[in-house]
């Protein structure tokens, strides 16, 4: 199926696109985004280039389908929280499922004969979808179709069903909509519909759209000593001079503090002792991902892959943890990691907000597509993409990973930290 669109109206009917125009939020969204209505508006991208919608859209496809077609009966949060699961919203998004041996498309992840079979025996017939797969690509199809299985679980066997036992039917089927099997995606399910941010307006342009690599007025500048407060919050600084790593190296923070900088390498850039990027990972892992069984030792490896500890990043990908300004925009934007702001591409050469980034992109990559993802699977993730995984071609990149990773699981060997003018 040689499926693909670049803009919404490559897979929307005009009708619907006027629609779309006339919700405010989308439509503020667009606008801030540089979109004209008359003119064709751009699909946002994530990290691969896969297109994608927006939580707002989503949310807006999902308001004007069940309001056409369903008499507004359904739960839209319903709908996205699916969709959330089933695709990340991704309109062409496949699925091959081995036990059934055929392969789900489209943001609600339904198999086309399953489209036909609610079209020919159900009625959902406002759109014709026999011999037709390809249209459960397009937003609007798959959201209304999605409905209607949701629907026909809601009144299975002419009995009134809960939102567990539909939601579970949806991922398994009626014979499993009470079996263990499909607990684990209920348990996820009702995680993503309580974070879904439809109440909030947001205040910022679509990631697709983002500035790109935006410069401060203040670019950081090379060859000459870098104060750490310049680049790290008095709340960070504080966690730092507690952290008891750190009690040693920064005794004497509180009287000099204007006089911390960071070390420079042979080639005068700042860059961070084992000790200082460990401390960081602990506090940034303590303080926003407790619950996601990340090791700040795991963040130390991939910062010293990437970027040899080198604030400023060594080569084309910014900062201590290689996370471009793109991509933490679509996490702060899209995926809602916002304990820091991103305004500039120099605010990822801040140790605190790479590594916060960081650690956000891989509790992403360690969850990619709704499944529990191995190590071996997020850390080449993290430097390929995760639609660029071949485990069976990791193997140089997973030792050069252990070998890092031992720098830091071990007793540190470099114990120095900054120096004190």
């Known amino acids: 199926m040689g499926v693909s669109f670049k803009y919404w109206d490559d897979c929307v009917d005009p009708k619907d696109m006027e629609a779309m125009w006339k919700e405010p939020e989308v439509r503020t969204e667009w606008i801030d985004a540089g979109e004209t209505q008359g003119q064709k508006v751009h699909l946002s991208r994530d990290p691969d280039g896969q297109p994608y919608l927006t939580q707002i859209e989503m949310k807006a496809v999902a308001d004007i389908v069940i309001h056409r077609h369903f008499d507004s009966k ?35 992840q339904l198999l086309p004969k399953t489209a036909e079979w609610l079209s020919g025996e159900h009625g959902y017939q406002s759109y014709q979808v026999q011999g037709t797969p390809d249209l459960l690509f397009r937003p609007f199809v798959s959201v209304y179709f999605g409905a209607a299985y949701l629907e026909w679980f809601s009144n299975f066997e002419g009995k009134e069903r809960s939102e567990e036992f539909v939601v579970r039917a949806y991922k398994g ?66 966690e730092m001079s507690n952290h008891p790593a750190m009690s040693k190296g920064w005794a004497t923070f509180k009287e000099k503090r204007e006089k911390m900088r960071f070390a420079l390498d042979g080639e005068k850039r700042p860059y961070l002792s084992r000790a200082e990027l ?29 970027s040899r500890r080198i604030l ?7 900062g201590l943890m ?46 990619y597509e709704g499944r529990e993802r191995t190590p071996q699977f997020v850390v080449q993730a993290y430097f390929a993409g995760p639609k660029k995984v071949n485990l069976q071609e990791t193997c140089p990149l997973w030792l050069k990973f252990e070998q890092a990773l031992s720098n830091f699981e071990e007793r540190a060997r470099d114990q120095e930290s900054c120096s004190i003018l």
């Open 312 to 318: 400023d990043g060594d080569g084309s990908r910014p």
């Open 173 to 238: 089927g009626t014979r499993k909509a009470t079996h263990k099997s499909t607990l684990p995606y209920w348990k996820r399910y009702l995680s993503v519909k309580e974070s879904l941010p439809y109440r909030k307006i947001c205040d910022r342009p679509s990631p697709s759209k983002a500035p790109k690599s935006p410069t401060s007025p203040s670019s950081p500048r090379s060859g000459s000593y870098v104060y750490w407060d310049s680049r790290v919050s008095p709340e960070d600084m504080e």
């Open 74 to 108: 359904l739960d839209p949060e319903m709908i996205c929280a699916v969709a959330e699961l089933e695709s990340d919203r991704q309109p062409l998004a496949m699925r091959y499922e081995k036990k059934i041996k055929d392969t789900t498309i489209g943001i609600m």
């Open 278 to 306: 460990k401390a960081i990972a602990e506090i940034i892992v303590s303080k926003y991902f407790s619950t996601r069984g990340i090791k700040p030792t795991v963040l130390c490896a991939l910062a010293e892959m990437v």
């Open 322 to 367: 290689g996370i471009d300004y793109s991509t933490a925009f679509w996490l702060y934007m899209e995926v809602g990691y916002r304990a820091y702001r991103v305004d500039y591409v120099e605010d990822l050469t801040k140790p605190f907000v790479s590594m916060y980034f960081g650690a956000a992109y891989y509790a992403w990559l360690s969850e």
